[in-house]
């Protein structure tokens, strides 16, 4: 087992790449701890830029190239300010903790688990994409599934995409106008007065999971899979 730790401040900005599947967890303390059980490279670093970059994550074995994406960051009219931040990247795949309060962003090529946040997380997976306990949910994609839950949607129009089933649950989300393309065709529904904007695309079933009066809207009239949490049943 590999093992390498940086220290990152109580709320920190850390990027993970990695080739495999990764696993990021909330600890105490202001330390980023990554590790991995496979021979294909740990690296830990910090960094400075904007956050425009194109990520890359990207698996080798010897010569012979296992995975490699890039993905860039969508743009959002200006640019964003020079930040610190720690970046690990594995060459296949592993856990990394990280401090709490950390914003992250994490690309992997295959799945993607992240739990007990109080920051921001961005996930971008070839396979599954998991949040669970996570305070702000950013931007998300998944070439799998993906399973939502978390605290709160900061953007005023989000876009979701996974080529598998998508659960989607944002505890604080009170007004939002949603639109779903799914399996089964497509769909809008309101909660709220509707000032927010998501979209959720999947190539599998949508499961909107939420204690809010949730109303079909014209001309069809027409809901998808709609859920009330077991704590508001």
């Known amino acids: 087992m590999t093992q390498r730790s940086i220290l990152a401040g109580e709320t920190p900005t850390v990027i993970i790449k990695v080739g495999g599947s990764v696993t990021v967890r909330g600890q105490a303390g202001d330390r980023v701890v ?3 059980s496979n ?3 740990l690296q830990v670093e910090k960094g400075q830029g904007n956050g425009r970059e194109i990520a890359r994550a990207r698996a ?3 010569e012979h190239v296992l995975f490699d994406v890039r993905v860039r960051l969508p743009s959002l009219g200006e640019e964003p300010p020079i930040q610190d931040f720690i970046q690990v990247q594995m060459g296949g795949g592993g856990e990394v903790l990280v401090p709490y309060g950390a914003n992250v ?4 090529g295959l799945h ?3 739990h007990d946040l109080r920051g921001q997380v961005d996930a971008f997976a070839g396979g599954r994409v998991v949040m669970h306990d996570v305070d702000s949910l950013g931007n998300a994609s998944a070439g799998g599934s993906m399973d939502l839950d978390c605290r709160s949607l900061p953007a005023q129009n989000a876009e979701f995409k996974a080529g598998s089933d998508i659960r989607f649950r944002v505890h604080d989300l009170t007004s939002a ?3 779903v393309k799914d399996l089964g065709g497509y769909w809008e529904a309101q909660i709220g007065d ?3 904007s998501v979209y959720l695309k999947c190539g599998g079933d949508v499961t909107l999971v939420t204690d809010q009066i949730v109303r079909a809207l014209p001309p069809n009239y027409i809901l998808g899979k709609v859920e009330t949490p077991p704590s508001a049943s």
């Not at 962003?105 to 992997?108: E, G, L, M, Q």
Request: net charge positive; proline share 0%; charged share 30%.
């Open 60 to 62: 080798k074995a010897g």
């Open 39 to 41: 021979a294909w490279g």
């Open 105 to 108: 962003k994490v690309y992997a």
């Open 34 to 36: 990554a590790e991995t």
């Open 112 to 114: 993607i688990d992240v």
């Open 194 to 196: 509707g000032e927010k």
């Open 177 to 179: 106008s949603i639109r």
